[in-house]
Structures are given as structure tokens and as C-alpha cells.
């Protein structure tokens, strides 16, 4: 996906990773990249983000920040467009980015391992947590699709995370859930436990592939 967004970047000047958690895009990015400023609204997630000579990260909304006018060769998202407003965002990202820079926002959907285990982790997502998911999740299970994206949009092929995982690393990620969480906080127990007890004996091996489609929108900005 790196690479398909690369092959559309005019220069290698500066990017602004914005939200960017504990700065993993923002490490990509740096390989690449003269200078990368990386922003987010957590100054604990900052905290545990990777060091770099060539990143400076600092606490900023993304609606709103103090970069100069026409500073970026390339903007990126990843997994947060859906908690921001959209359009100042995009007034944001228009000022500061370089006229023809690009502007890349991205997520991932509801993962697969193997159809049996896929209904029974759809039925926890929908049915068990599904009325405990923010309004902003839908953004996510629509691929972005229904959020306006006002720029000379490059059509995208759909890209996928592959990772092994144990079915502790998969009970790991339920429980990491903003949805879990409000469920635990307002039933009082953890849905997560008997779920992977159900789902233990159709798990068929120690190790697992799971697969996560990868959603990306880009485009160019044109002034």
C-alpha cells in the first residue's frame, strides 16, 4: 500500500502523519522522507511513540494546527478520519499541503480466518458488542465510502494486513475494543471470555492466519 501511494508523491520533502498513535505510520514514512511531523490529540500515545531523527511529533487536533501554508508533500491518516470533522480537517489539510500534494487516508475492515470461525466472530461483533460501537465505527465498515473526500481522487485497489495469530492474540485484539469496553463497563463482565471459550473448540490449529482488508482513499490537492 506504501509503495502504491509513493508512486503518486511528486517529492520526498516533508509528510504530516496526522493522528498518528505511537508514531508506527510515521516510522514508515521517515524512510522516506526528509522531515516527518506527526501530530495526535494524546500526548500518552505520544509518549510511547518511536524516536526518530527525522520526526518531530507534537499534540495538535487535526482540524486545527500551526503548520505554515503549503508545508507538505504528503499527508497521511491511518484508522482515524472517522473520528474527526471531516470538512475542517480537509480545509486543514488544503492550507498546509503543497498545491498537487497528496493526501492518503486509510483503515481496516472486519478480519477473515475461516468461515466457520468468521459467522462466529461476525454474530460477537454485530449482535454481542454491536449495540456498544460508536456511530463513527459504520464510517469503518463502509470502507469510507459514504465520507466526502473533496480532491482529485486516485482510484485505489483494496490492499490486506496478514498476521499469525494465537487465539490469545485474537481474545488480545476483542478485548482492545472501544465496544468491549463500554459492554464490560455497563454489564459489569467480560463478553470476551466466553466467546473464546465457544470458539476454542472450532480453532483449528495453535496458530492461525488472519486476514484484515486494508480501505485507502487518495488524492491529489488542487488549488
Known amino acids: 500500500m506504501y509503495q502504491f ?16 498513535g505511537n ?16 501530530t495526535d490529540i494524546s500526548q500518552q500515545q505520544l509518549d510511547h511513540a518511536a524516536l526518530s531523527d527525522n520526526i518531530i511529533y507534537s499534540v495538535s487536533s487535526a482540524e486545527q494546527t500551526s503548520f505554515k501554508d503549503n508545508q507538505f508533500d504528503l499527508i497521511t491518516v491511518a484508522q482515524a478520519l472517522h473520528w474527526f470533522d471531516a470538512n475542517k480537517f480537509y480545509y486543514e489539510a488544503t492550507r498546509v499541503g503543497k498545491p498537487g ?7 481496516y475492515g472486519m478480519l477473515n480466518i475461516e468461515s466457520r470461525i468468521d459467522a462466529m ?3 460477537f461483533y454485530s449482535d454481542t458488542v454491536g449495540p456498544y460501537w460508536d456511530d463513527a465505527r459504520r464510517l469503518v465498515e463502509q470502507g469510507y465510502k459514504t465520507i466526502s473526500f473533496p480532491f482529485e481522487e486516485i482510484s485505489a485497489p483494496e490492499f490486506f494486513i496478514e498476521v499469525q495469530w494465537t487465539l490469545e492474540q485474537l481474545s488480545g485484539y476483542l478485548s482492545s475494543w ?8 455497563e454489564k ?5 471470555t466466553p466467546f473464546i471459550q465457544k470458539l476454542q473448540k472450532h480453532w483449528p490449529s495453535a496458530v492461525m492466519k488472519v486476514s484484515f482488508p486494508v480501505f485507502l482513499r487518495i488524492g491529489r490537492i488542487i488549488k
Open 5 to 20: 501511494i509513493f508512486k503518486h508523491v511528486k517529492e520526498y520533502n516533508t509528510a504530516w502523519d496526522c493522528a498518528t
Open 23 to 38: 508514531g508506527q505510520v510515521a516510522q514508515y514514512l521517515a524512510r522516506y522522507f526528509e522531515q516527518v511531523l506527526a
Open 101 to 107: 500534494s497528496l493526501i492518503a487516508v486509510w483503515g
Open 121 to 123: 466472530f461476525r454474530s
Open 178 to 185: 472501544s465496544a468491549t469496553q463500554k459492554y464490560i463497563k
Open 188 to 192: 459489569g463482565h467480560d463478553p470476551v
